[in-house]
């Protein structure tokens, strides 16, 4: 709810209570990164999106966030291994969609 209102702050800070109380648990931690890139913060969000990986290592919006990242973060080629992994992947229709749409228009 406080990252579709563009809270981005207030919703870093739920996820980093969640993953105090839930450390081996790959959502907060996943949706942590995401509240980062969306404050253009890619840098910070790849680290979270490795943290996630290891424990949800075939989580597929995972990988396509963490190329994402890897890819504002400068760092071209490991946001392909990413994407790459991404595509191997099961991802719900909207992630698929959305995968389509980065491969379109960054290759």
């Known amino acids: 709810m406080l990252m579709s209102a563009a809270r981005y702050d207030a919703a870093i ?3 980093g209570e969640a993953n105090t ?4 648990f790959a959502d907060p931690l996943e949706m942590w990164g ?3 890139m969306a404050k253009n913060r ?4 790849r680290d979270k999106f490795e943290e ?9 919006r995972l990988h396509l966030k963490w190329g994402e990242a890897l890819f504002y973060a400068g ?3 490991e ?3 990413q994407i790459a992994i991404a ?3 099961d991802l719900p229709s909207a992630d698929k969609s959305e995968l389509e749409s980065w491969m379109k228009s960054h290759g």
């Open 42 to 45: 890619a840098d910070l969000a």
């Open 21 to 24: 109380k839930g450390p081996h």
């Open 87 to 89: 595509t191997g992947l």
């Open 13 to 15: 800070e739920k996820f």
């Open 52 to 60: 996630a990986d290891r424990y949800a290592p075939n989580w597929g």
């Open 79 to 81: 946001s392909k291994k």
């Open 34 to 36: 995401e509240a980062l």
């Open 75 to 77: 760092e071209k080629d």
